[in-house]
């Protein structure tokens, strides 16, 4: 009787508590400020079935915005099954390379399938990092970050780590929604804030119904700050 009153009181006052999720950061995210600003929980790598988007010609409205052309070097981070990664291969032709990136193991091998299948000699496939894509140095013409940059759970260090990635002139490329980044978009001035934060500049910005979002694209600014040195926008109400 006595141990049950116990753990009831114990229970009571656990209860009273707020409840701290256990976060666990890399040693590469470790040193940046946490995102002031909820982050959209990753879903299904389809967003929706390819060809309801060709039909509204998402892809190539995006990659003529981006300026695709043939030769280029691209990155697709959050690459999914594949939706961008075919056609950017496409239009960069065979002397272009595309590298198709994701966190989700299994989905990339779905992609590695279809690339295989579809003979895609250009494209190449790599495991990602939450906080860090690992990209090699110098290597990007365009970077795309298309309806995934809402679940980067530590953007301050994913930003700050594809940085060095862009070749001279390069851009990353941003297809996103406006609404609440809990709800899978994020405000164009929060999305503006957090990469001028790390080092970027907005180069243009268009609102594009069409593609059901809105088309964002980056430069390197001169100069990369140190991990130290960046502070968190704050979400505005």
Known sequence: MRAAAILAVLFALSACEPSVPDIVRSDSASRFPMPDRPVSEITANQFQTEDVRDSRGEAQKVMDLADISAGMTVADIGAGEGYYTVRLAERVGEGGRVLAQDIDRDALGRLGERIERERFDNVSIKL?????PQLPVDSFDRI???HMYHEVAEPYSFLWHLWP???QGGQVIVVDTDRPTDQ???PPLLLTCEFKAVGYRLVEFVEKPD????FARFE??????EPEQIEACALQG
């Open 184 to 186: 899978h978009g994020i």
């Open 128 to 132: 990602g990092k939450p906080a860090d």
């Open 220 to 225: 390197r600014a001169d100069e990369r700050p």
């Open 144 to 146: 795309f970050l298309v």
């Open 211 to 214: 593609i059901r979002g809105y």
């Open 165 to 167: 990635a862009l070749t």
